[in-house]
């Protein structure tokens, strides 16, 4: 059944068994309910997590354009060692090893990946989710990584000299799509 009606609050309007849209209920907030703060000249002060660590950003750029760089097999393995945890390097070369058994009709050279975006967000005081994009040939790809802050030993200063440790930014997880 179909029904044409008229109301106080506009002009005639077609509906389906004799309701309108203008007839359902809405609700409006109370505004007893929701108190107004009064605004201030001053921004909201940003929370610890929220402040971008420069020097890792510039490390999730340069590891993720490395582990990219190692899988089109353009820079070897053994420059991973010094940004990834070891089962990263596994990973890595697991994945080298599978992209290069790969069968290409002969003459077709693999296209390489190229970065093109990279975001972080903080998950706690020293580790970073890093979420980036990259183009291989004519599709994009994502991939996902983690970072943290983690204590390293490094070569003595001296030869025989004692060895140190310092907290660097370490690659702990790559997924890539």
Do not use: K
């Not at 998950?123 to 599709?139: F, K, L, M, Q, V």
Request: glycine share 6%; aromatic share 2%.
């Amino acid at each position: 059944m179909h029904t044409t009606t008229t109301d106080d609050r506009g002009p005639a309007t077609s509906a389906t068994c004799g309701l309108t849209f203008r007839d359902i209920p809405r609700c409006v907030p109370d505004p007893s309910d929701h108190p107004t703060r009064p605004r201030t000249g001053s921004p909201v002060p940003r929370r610890a997590a929220d402040a971008v660590d420069p020097a890792a950003r510039a490390f999730a750029v340069s590891a993720v354009t490395m582990v990219l760089e190692v899988l089109d097999r353009r820079r070897p393995l053994a420059h991973l060692t010094g940004v990834a945890v070891g089962h990263i390097v596994d990973q890595v070369a697991v994945l080298t090893a599978a992209r290069a058994a790969q069968t290409r009709p002969p003459g077709t050279v693999p296209s390489t990946a190229s970065l093109s975006r990279v975001h972080l967000q903080w998950s706690g005081p020293d580790a970073a989710e890093i979420t980036a994009s990259y183009a291989r040939g004519p599709r994009v790809h994502a991939l996902a990584a983690r970072i943290q802050r983690m204590p390293v030993r490094v070569r003595p200063e001296t030869p025989g000299g004692p060895r140190r440790i310092r907290m660097q930014w370490m690659l702990v997880n790559v997924t890539t799509v």
